[in-house]
C-alpha cells in the first residue's frame, strides 16, 4: 500500500481525527464559555485570556502535532497560547472600548502563524536547524490544510441545517432548536473542523498534490501581475507621484498590498525545490520580475507615510503602517540580494533568505505584541506636541482618537490639558474624557460647549416637583442619560419619569427611561415596556374576517413633543368609540 505520509518518519495515527476532533469540540465549547459577554467593556480580564489561550493552544496544537516528539508540539502550543492570552489581557484594558482585536493582538497571531511552520522544520529535524524547502512545504501544507478544514466546517453547518430543515417538515424541530444553541454550535464547529485536520494531516501526501495545484493557479497569475506592477512603476516618472495621494484608496495600503501579493506569487513561480524550477520561460521572466518589483513598491509605500505623517502626525495606525512597511522594504532588498547573489538561479538563494526573515519577522512581531514599545504613548506625544506648537488648531484636533485610540498614555494627556492647558483646550479635553463612546466626542471642526455639573443641565418637569433622591444617582452612573449636555426628566406618573437627552453636537435626541420595579425601587428601564413585552407574548388568535365586526375608529398615542414635534410615542390611548351611523 502507498504511503499516505509526506514525511515517511511519521508513523500512521489512525486514530488521529477522533483526539483532534474531541480536542477541537472541547475548545470550542470552553471557547464560547469564555467569550459569552466579554465584548461587554465590563467582562472581565482573566475571561479574555482564558478564551484566547484556549483558542491559540488548541488550534496551535492540532496543526503541528504528529506522534513523534508529541510533547514539543504541546509544549509549543501551551506557551503561544499563554503570550497571546496575556497579549490579549492587555489589549482588552488598553482603550476605553474593552476591545481584544487590537494591532498588538493581531502581530501576536501574526508571529504563531509564521512560528508553526518554523517549528515544525525545528521538531522533524529534532533541533534548532532549519531546511529552507522544508519550512516551504510546511507553510503551503498548513494553509491548504486550514483553509481545507474550515471549508469542511461550513459544510457540516449546511449539511446540519439540511437535516434540521428536513425533520422540521414534518414537525419535530428539535435538531433546529439544538443548532440555534451556541453551547451546541461551537463545539459541533470545533469537532468537524478537528476531525478534518486529523484527517487531512493523515493523507498529507495528497494535501501536497493539492497544494502543487494550488500553487499552480497561483503560479498562472504571476506574469499578469509581474505585467501590471512593471508597467505602474514605468509610467511613475511619466504620471508622477501625485496620483498616488488623491486616489480612492490609501497609497501606502495599496503598495503594501501589491508587494505582498507580488511576493506570493513568486513563491508560486519558483517552486518549493529545485526539481519545480518553472520551464516555462514567461513564468521564469515573471518570478524575476516580481522578485524586482517589491523594493520600488515598499519605497512608495514608506513615501507616502512619510508624506502623511508630515501632515497630520502620528498615529497608532500609522507607526504599524510603518512597521509592515519596513518588513516589505526587507522583503525587497532580499528579493534585489537574491538576484544578483544568484542571477538566473536565484530561486534557491530566495527560499534561503526569506527563510531567515521569517525568522526575523517573527520575533519583531512578538516583540511589538507583548507591552514594551507602546505605540499610543509615542502617537500622544506626538500630537500633543503638535498641538502645543500651533501646527494643529484646537478644533481641528483629534480629541476622538486621543481619548479612545492611544491608550493610558492619550488619557492621561488628556488630563493633564483638561487641568492646566490653555482655556480653549480644557473644554475639548474635558468633554472627550467625559464621553462614554467614542462618537459622542465631536470631530474636528464642530462647536463644543463645557460640560457642566448634572444638577445645572438637568430640567425636570413639571417644574417644582422634585426627583427621588436615587433617581440623579442613576442618570449620572449611566452611560448614555445626560451623559453629555443639557437634558430632561420628565414624570410620566409616580413611578415612570422620561429622560431625554440633547447632546452637545447635533444628533438626534435621546429618550430613556426610569421607573420602579414591583418592589418599588427606582430603576433604569421601563416598566411599562416589560408588562407591554409580557402582554404581546400572549397574542389571541386573529379574528375571522367572515364574522369579524369592521369599523372605523379613531387610534390615538401619548408621546412625549419637543418645540411641538412628536419625539417618542409613550404608549397607546384606547380608541375612540365608533362614530354612530
Not at 496551535?60 to 499563554?82: D, H, I, P
Not at 513568486?266 to 517552486?271: Q, S, V
Request: with cysteine; glycine share 8%.
Amino acid at each position: 500500500m502507498q504511503p499516505m505520509r509526506l514525511d515517511l518518519r511519521d508513523e500512521p495515527w489512525p486514530a488521529r481525527p477522533w483526539v483532534m476532533a474531541a480536542i477541537c469540540a472541547a475548545a470550542g465549547l470552553a471557547f464560547w464559555l469564555l467569550v459569552e459577554g466579554v465584548d461587554d467593556s465590563r467582562a472581565t480580564s482573566w475571561r479574555v485570556v482564558g478564551a484566547s489561550f484556549v483558542a491559540v493552544a488548541s488550534l496551535s496544537f492540532v496543526l503541528t502535532v504528529e506522534k513523534r516528539r508529541w510533547l514539543w508540539s504541546l509544549g509549543f502550543a501551551l506557551a503561544w497560547g499563554l503570550i497571546v492570552g496575556l497579549v490579549g489581557w492587555n489589549t482588552h484594558d488598553y482603550n476605553r472600548g474593552g476591545e481584544v482585536i487590537e494591532f498588538p493582538f493581531l502581530a501576536a497571531i501574526f508571529a504563531v502563524l509564521l512560528a508553526c511552520p518554523l517549528f515544525q522544520n525545528a521538531r522533524d529535524e529534532g533541533g534548532w536547524r532549519f531546511s529552507s524547502g522544508n519550512v516551504h512545504i510546511h507553510v503551503w501544507t498548513d494553509a491548504v490544510i486550514g483553509a481545507a478544514s474550515i471549508a469542511f466546517v461550513g459544510i457540516v453547518w449546511l449539511l446540519a441545517w439540511l437535516i434540521a430543515g428536513l425533520f422540521d417538515v414534518i414537525g419535530i424541530d428539535a435538531l433546529r432548536q439544538l443548532l440555534l444553541e451556541p453551547d451546541f454550535g461551537w463545539p459541533l464547529a470545533g469537532f468537524a473542523f478537528g476531525a478534518a485536520v486529523g484527517i487531512l494531516r493523515e493523507r498529507d501526501a495528497l494535501v501536497g498534490t493539492m497544494q502543487r495545484l494550488v500553487m499552480v493557479v497561483l503560479a498562472v497569475l504571476s506574469p499578469v501581475l509581474a505585467t501590471a506592477l512593471v508597467l505602474f512603476l514605468l509610467s511613475l516618472p511619466v504620471s508622477g507621484l501625485s496620483g498616488l495621494w488623491t486616489s480612492w484608496a490609501s497609497a501606502a495600503a495599496l503598495t503594501m498590498v501589491a508587494a505582498g501579493g507580488a511576493w506570493v506569487l513568486l513563491n508560486a513561480a519558483i517552486g518549493m525545490g529545485d526539481e519545480e524550477q518553472p520551464a516555462n520561460r514567461a513564468l521564469r521572466w515573471s518570478a524575476l520580475a516580481l522578485a524586482l518589483v517589491v523594493l520600488p513598491l515598499a519605497g512608495l509605500a514608506i513615501t507616502a507615510l512619510a508624506l502623511r505623517v508630515g501632515q497630520y502626525g502620528w498615529t497608532p495606525d500609522r507607526l504599524w503602517a510603518v512597521v509592515c512597511a519596513c518588513v516589505a522594504l526587507a522583503f525587497g532588498v532580499a528579493g534585489w540580494w537574491s538576484v544578483w547573489r544568484g542571477r538566473g538561479g536565484f530561486a534557491p538563494v530566495v527560499r534561503t533568505v526569506q527563510t531567515r526573515l521569517a525568522l526575523g519577522v517573527c520575533g519583531v512581531a512578538l516583540f511589538l505584541a507583548l507591552p514594551i514599545l507602546d505605540f499610543g504613548a509615542i502617537s500622544a506625544r506626538d500630537q500633543v506636541a503638535r498641538l502645543a506648537s500651533g501646527q494643529v488648531q484646537p478644533e481641528q484636533f483629534d480629541w476622538q482618537a486621543m481619548a479612545f485610540d492611544f491608550g493610558p498614555a492619550g488619557r492621561a494627556a488628556l488630563q493633564r490639558i483638561a487641568n492646566d492647558g490653555p482655556e480653549p483646550q480644557r473644554a475639548y479635553a474635558a468633554n472627550a474624557l467625559a464621553a462614554p463612546e467614542r462618537y459622542d466626542v465631536p470631530s474636528a471642526g464642530e462647536i463644543v460647549r463645557p460640560l457642566r455639573p448634572l444638577a445645572e443641565r438637568l430640567r425636570v418637569l413639571p417644574a417644582g416637583r422634585p426627583l427621588p433622591p436615587e433617581v440623579p444617582a442613576l442618570i449620572e452612573g449611566s452611560q448614555w442619560m445626560c451623559a453629555t449636555g443639557p437634558c430632561v426628566a420628565m414624570w410620566l406618573d409616580d413611578g415612570r419619569i422620561a429622560i431625554v437627552s440633547q447632546p452637545r453636537i447635533e444628533r438626534e435626541i435621546n429618550v430613556s427611561y426610569i421607573s420602579t420595579d414591583e418592589g418599588g425601587r427606582w430603576i433604569v428601564g421601563d416598566r411599562a415596556a416589560v408588562d407591554r413585552a409580557a402582554v404581546a407574548r400572549d397574542v389571541p388568535p386573529p379574528p375571522d374576517l367572515a364574522e369579524a365586526e369592521v369599523t372605523i375608529g379613531e387610534h390615538r398615542q401619548r408621546a412625549i413633543f419637543v418645540n411641538g414635534e412628536m419625539l417618542r410615542t409613550i404608549e397607546e390611548l384606547p380608541a375612540a368609540p365608533p362614530r354612530p351611523r
